[in-house]
Every structure is written in structure tokens, then in C-alpha cells.
């Protein structure tokens, strides 16, 4: 039974890995929205797992968050502010999606070399979840750096917290989980409320980050 | 804990928290400028108290003898900053470049962000100080887009972005060291707590530590503007509001600071894991000559001095790195003359860009001519920066140097060159700035000088003369950083 309950919330931990690598390719603004609702649904579920296996309620209330707010609320505005902004259809570019994948396993192996060797006397439970948080912390890393498109970046951010998410989750009783994911929660309605504010296309035509760089012309 | 110390410490943060309520519900701005100043004021009067109260730990906040340093003179720059801002608020309503709304959104967040700030240097655990630096970095984003320009909301977004990555690799960071202390001090609040953090250090697990470690510098380095993570400070420093510059540069990358070296103490502890001096020295280095070389080619004077925030932020870490008595008291002492040099020469280069309407440095010329107070202010304040002798920071980099010659000669090198290079820099950009036919001026502005000439006040008497119980003071927090 105990081996069973380790096995559910690896095989949820690593879920989310393989969704962050789908995020990794996923080239159509609506597909890269859905892969993410994806991604929060088994975040969700595998915190919602270890609150049940830690018998620590406070983690439920996190599940919730993760379920509420960035399965529901965070998908629909996006959709909403795509449609706006009439980029919703749009497919970007996204260039040498064999290297990427490539990068993303090694990222995946550093972690584990890193991490296993480092936890040896932890939880077995715990120690392979933050390895794998480890791992989709760097995948969303990688996203926000191949990836040209503000709102690409943003969801390589969501994902990279989401990791971060699993592994406060994952540390057998830490405090303030709670507290930490509702703070990382209220940064990432900024950042959705800043897309749609700051009007990026608006301003600049496009949501291009290259035509930033444009914007910089001329200045020192 | 004492009730006394107690209620101090819960001021400092209440404060500011009651006081952003406030200006958020007063509509005149001149009337919420003046409860700005005097919430500041107030808060750092209380810090103050703590200089006379005996240190001790209790509840979610906890004072010792590091972060009495920070706090003091985190809330003396908040409060001449409230001052200069009062002034430089005043001249952005007349030309219109600001609205009364948006005067008093500016207002509610600098008072939120002395209250995160204070939050963060007061924290008794891991925890609290993390969500207290993001609200600082939250506040300070919204601050610095204030202007609604396409420049502003590029720089905005740009720390954003930025500083929401270094703060979630501080939080993983955070985590891990939970992880690593946990077996030892057992699960709740106690294996995120500072002291019994400490006092159990060399028995948690190394290699956690080291991960952990790795991850806390990358997070926190960020916000402090380290090489290679520093993109988002120039452009932040560049087009936000001028007090804000200032309160950048003179207290927020400090706060970033104080979370690394309360780390850095941690690993030190604990005798099997990697000690953080190497890396916090190759990080500091790399700013200080980096910074110096981009100092050359800049035509924007905020910018400019953005750049030599970098440099310094990367002398003091690399004096840190050193670690040791003397490179410990160095640092501190170079880290508290750069807050006040750097955020006095924000306030004269506010207000030359507004006489002069823009914050090119080849449209200001001849400001000693045509503006003798801001212009020898912000002669004395560079003279200073670039550390000649007497002001504070020839002192402090001085005993950099010449700590670094006894025991490490060859990072010494390195450490020289990027100090001449930025001295060569400012020096060149000064002399275009200051003297010769003066350009002309495009509106007149009411200074309020006197929170310049404090701050280099201050740090001309440093150079000249160091009260001994301030170098006693700093000497017992050189001794705890180890």
C-alpha cells in the first residue's frame, strides 16, 4: 500500500514533466493554453495526493488554488485576451524543436544527478518529487528562453512555478505553503492583468518581444 | 522577546502598512506627500530605538545585530528619499507628466514597499522574508511603469519578467533548505526559522545545502543586479520616477544583499558544505568589470549611474565573498557609503533632468555655471562614487584593496583594474557634465537640497572621521558574518 501511494504521486510527478515537455513544442497559441490547463489539473491533483498521503489539510486548500485559479480562471482570461487582442489562431515560429527536446531530456538528467544524490537521506516520497520539480523548473526556464512570444513566456513562467508548487508540496509539512503559493498566485494575476494592460500590441503592433528590442533603437 | 523590542519591531512594519492605507484614501497629493514623509519619518525614528534596545528573537519578526544595520539605513534613506520625492512629485504635477491619481497610487505603493522592505530585513524565517521580497519587487514594478510611456512599461515588464524568475529560484532555493533541515529539526515552522536554523546548521545535509545554495545566490543575486542577471536595472533605474532610482539603488538591492549573507552565514556554519565565498567573489568581480566597461559607451545619465550601482553592488559582494574581519567590515562599510552616495546623486540628477528636460548626458552641460547648488552636488557626490579620498568610500574601498592584496594578490588585480576603469568613466562623464558653456535650461524647478547635503554630509564625515562606536558596531557584525 505504501508502495502503491509512492507510485501514484510519481507517476502524477512525472505527468507534469511530460507536459512541460509538451509545452516545449507546442507551436499554436490555443494548443499551448490547453497543454497548460493540462499541466495545472495534474498539479492540482498531485498536491491534492499529497495532501492525503502527509494527512496535511492546509495542502487541499493549495490543490484548490491550483485548480481554481490556474486550471479555470488563468486559461479563460488568456483566451479571452488573445481573442482581443486577435492573436488566438496565431502559430509561432518556433525554431530547432529536436534541440530543444534534446536540451530538455539533458536538463531533466542534470536534475536527477543533481538532486538524487543530494536527498540520499530523504523521504523517498519527497526525494524524487523534487527532482522532478527541479525538472520542470529548468524546462520552464528553457521555454522562456527559446521562446519569442510574451505570452509563450508567461506560460514557460506558469509551468516553471508550477514546479515550484509541486516541490513546496512535496517537502514533507513545510509551513507556509499555503501562504507562499496564494503570494506566487497574486504575481501571476499581475503578470496576466499586465499583458492585457499594457496593451503590448497595441503599443507595438505586435506581441513580438523582438519588437521590444526595436523600441530600444537608438538608446544607450 | 521584550515587549518593548516587540512593539518597535512590529511598527516598523505597521507603519508603513497603515500609512499606504492612508495615502491611498487621500486624494490631495500634497496632503498624502506630507503623511508619506512623516510615516518615513516615524519608521525610522523607531529604528532608531532599536540601536538602544538589547537584541533578541521572538514571534515572526527578530532583531540581531546584521539586520539592525540594514534596517537603520534602509528607513533614514526611505525617509530623505519621502522628502526629496515631495519635492520632485511637486514638479512632475505642474508639467503634467504625473496626475494627482496617479501621485496617489505612487504614494500607497512607496509606503508598501518600506513596509515589504522592513518585513524582509526583520523576518524570523525563510519563509516570510521570500514573500516579503516578492511584494517589494511587486510594488517596485508598478513604480517604476508609472510614466505609461512605451519606454516605462518595456522596463516595467523587463524586471518583471526578470525578477519573477529570480525570486521563484530564490523560493526553490527555500525549499531546499527546508528539505535539508528538516530531518534535523523535524517538520513545522522551526526548520524555517533563522535562529534554530543556525544553531543547528552543521549537522544538516551538505549537499542539500550546496543545491540550495546555488539556486538562493542565482535568486537573490538577481534582485541585488549581479552579472549576468542584472538586465532589468539599468532600464528600471532609467525610466521610473527618480525618487524610486533612488530607493532602488540605496535599499532594495541591499535587502536582495541581506538575504544572500544571511544564507551565506548558514553555509558557513555548517563545515562540510562548499563555502560561498568563491562564487560570491567570481559574480562580484564579473559585475564591478562589466559594468565598468559598459559605463563608457552610456548616453543617458540615470543610466549611467544605474551602471555604477552594478559596480558596486559588485564590490560589495566580492568583499563579502572575501569574507573575514576586515573584508566583512569593509564591505558594510562600503555597502552603507554607496546607499548614501548613490541615492544623494539620484536626487541632483532628478532634478537636472527636470531643469534640463531630458536625461541625455550630451544635452547637460555647464551645470556648475548655471546651477551651482545641483551642480556641485553632483560634482561631490561622483567625486565620491569614484572613491577619492576624503569622502567614505575611499575609505571603504580602500580597506577592499587592501585586505585583498594580503591574502588573495592575484584577485586584487582584476579588483584595481575595474575600479580605475569606472573611475576613468565617470570621471570623462562628469567633467562634459559639469563644466564648460552651460546648455540651456528648460524649466525652472523649487530643490529640496537638504536631503543631498545630509547624505553627503554623512558620508564626508565617514571618511573623515569614523566614531568609534560605529566601528565597534560594525566590527561585532563583521565578526557574526564570519
Redesign the interface.
Known amino acids: 500500500m505504501e508502495l502503491l501511494t509512492i507510485d501514484i504521486a510519481h507517476v502524477l510527478a512525472g505527468a507534469l514533466v511530460l507536459t512541460s515537455f509538451m509545452l516545449l513544442y507546442q507551436d499554436r497559441m490555443s494548443g499551448l493554453i490547453n497543454i497548460y490547463t493540462l499541466h495545472a489539473i495534474i498539479l492540482s491533483l498531485s498536491v491534492a495526493w499529497q495532501a492525503y498521503y502527509q494527512d496535511a489539510p492546509h495542502l487541499y486548500f493549495t490543490a484548490c488554488i491550483a485548480a481554481i485559479f490556474k486550471a479555470l480562471i488563468i486559461p479563460f482570461s488568456l483566451r479571452s485576451i488573445m481573442k482581443r487582442l486577435r492573436i488566438h489562431r496565431t502559430v509561432e515560429v518556433v525554431g530547432g524543436v529536436g534541440i530543444t527536446m534534446l536540451i530538455g531530456i539533458f536538463l531533466v538528467a542534470l536534475s536527477l544527478v ?2 538524487l ?3 540520499a ?2 523521504d523517498p516520497l ?1 526525494r524524487e518529487d ?1 527532482a522532478f ?2 525538472a520542470i ?1 529548468l524546462l520552464g ?1 528553457l521555454m ?1 528562453v527559446t521562446r519569442r512570444n510574451v505570452v509563450s ?1 508567461v506560460i514557460g ?1 506558469m509551468s ?2 508550477n514546479g ?1 508548487v509541486l ?2 508540496a512535496g ?6 505553503v499555503v ?2 503559493s496564494v ?2 498566485s ?2 501571476i494575476a ?2 496576466v492583468i ?1 499583458i492585457f494592460l ?1 496593451r ?1 500590441r497595441e ?2 503592433d505586435n506581441v513580438d518581444l523582438s519588437e ?1 528590442d526595436r ?2 533603437g537608438g ?2 | 522577546m521584550s515587549s518593548d523590542l516587540f512593539m518597535v519591531s512590529n511598527a516598523l512594519v505597521g507603519i508603513p502598512a497603515v500609512a499606504a492605507i492612508a495615502v491611498a484614501l487621500e486624494p490631495a497629493y500634497r496632503r498624502s506627500a506630507i503623511i508619506n514623509l512623516c510615516a518615513s519619518g516615524a519608521t525610522f525614528l523607531f529604528a532608531l530605538v532599536l540601536l538602544v534596545v538589547e537584541p533578541e528573537s521572538g514571534g515572526y519578526l527578530f532583531v540581531d545585530d546584521l539586520n539592525i544595520v540594514f534596517v537603520v539605513l534602509s528607513t533614514f534613506i526611505g525617509f530623505t528619499t519621502s522628502v526629496y520625492s515631495a519635492s520632485y512629485i511637486d514638479h512632475e504635477i505642474e508639467t503634467g507628466r504625473l496626475t494627482t491619481r496617479n501621485v496617489r497610487f505612487y504614494h500607497a505603493m512607496y509606503q508598501s514597499l518600506m513596509c515589504a522592505m522592513n518585513l524582509a530585513l526583520l523576518a524570523s ?1 525563510i ?2 522574508m ?2 516579503a521580497v ?2 517589494a519587487t ?1 510594488t517596485t ?1 508598478l513604480m517604476v ?1 508609472i510614466y505609461r510611456t ?2 516605462a ?2 522596463a516595467a ?1 523587463k524586471y ?2 526578470l525578477g ?2 529570480g525570486i ?2 530564490a ?2 532555493g527555500t ?2 533548505i ?2 535539508a533541515a ?2 534535523v529539526l523535524g ?3 522551526d ?2 526559522v533563522w535562529k534554530t536554523l543556525m544553531s543547528q546548521a552543521p549537522q544538516f ?1 551538505p ?2 545545502l ?2 540550495a545554495f546555488v539556486f538562493l545566490m542565482l535568486g537573490y543575486g538577481t534582485k541585488v543586479g549581479l552579472a549576468p542577471m542584472h538586465a532589468w536595472l539599468p532600464d528600471a533605474h532609467a525610466e521610473g520616477p527618480t525618487p524610486i532610482s533612488a530607493v532602488l539603488s540605496g535599499l532594495l538591492l541591499n535587502v536582495a544583499l541581506y538575504a544572500v549573507l544571511r544564507f551565506k552565514m548558514l553555509l558557513t556554519a555548517n563545515a562540510a558544505a562548499i563555502t560561498p565565498g568563491p562564487l560570491m567573489i567570481t559574480l562580484g568581480l564579473a559585475s564591478l568589470i562589466m559594468a565598468a566597461f559598459m559605463l563608457y ?4 545619465i540615470k ?1 549611467l549611474f544605474a551602471y555604477s550601482s552594478i559596480e558596486h553592488m559588485g564590490i560589495i559582494a566580492f568583499a563579502f565573498g572575501m569574507g573575514g574581519p576586515l573584508a566583512n567590515f569593509a564591505g558594510l562599510l562600503h555597502m552603507t557609503m554607496h546607499s548614501l552616495t548613490k541615492s544623494a546623486i539620484f536626487f541632483s540628477v532628478g532634478h537636472i533632468a527636470q531643469v534640463k528636460g531630458t536625461q541625455k548626458i550630451a544635452d547637460i552641460r555647464g551645470l556648475t555655471q548655471s546651477q551651482p547648488a545641483l551642480g556641485w552636488s553632483l560634482v561631490v557626490g561622483v567625486v565620491a562614487i569614484i572613491g577619492l579620498p576624503p569622502l567614505g568610500i575611499f575609505m571603504s574601498e580602500f580597506l577592499v584593496v587592501s585586505s585583498t592584496f594580503a591574502r588573495q594578490p592575484l584577485l586584487a588585480i582584476p579588483l584595481v583594474f575595474g575600479l580605475l576603469l569606472a573611475f576613468g568613466a565617470l570621471l570623462l562623464r562628469l567633467t562634459g557634465m559639469a563644466f564648460g558653456e552651460p546648455s540651456r535650461d528648460q524649466g525652472e524647478v523649487k530643490a529640496s537640497m537638504w536631503p543631498v547635503y545630509a547624505h553627503l554630509s554623512l558620508v564626508l564625515l565617514a571618511g573623515i572621521y569614523l566614531p568609534s562606536h560605529v566601528v565597534t558596531w560594525f566590527q561585532n557584525v563583521a565578526r557574526l558574518l564570519g
Not at chain 1, 517537502?171 to 507556509?176: E, K, R, T
Not at chain 2, 559607451?297 to 543617458?300: I, K, Q, T, V
Open positions: 543533481v538532486m544524490p543530494a536527498t537521506s530523504a519527497s523534487i520539480a527541479l523548473v526556464l522562456m513566456q513562467f516553471l512555478e515550484l516541490a513546496a517537502a514533507n509539512g513545510m509551513p507556509l501562504e507562499i503570494a506566487f497574486i504575481l499581475f503578470i499586465g499594457f503590448i503599443r507595438f521590444l523600441v530600444r538608446r544607450s | 524565517n519563509g516570510l521570500w514573500v516578492e511584494v511587486l514594478v511603469g512605451p519606454h512599461l518595456e515588464w518583471f519578467i519573477s524568475v521563484a529560484l523560493l526553490f525549499i531546499l527546508y528539505m528538516e530531518p517538520q513545522g515552522y526548520a524555517m545535509n549537499r542539500m550546496n543545491v559607451r552610456r548616453g543617458d543610466r
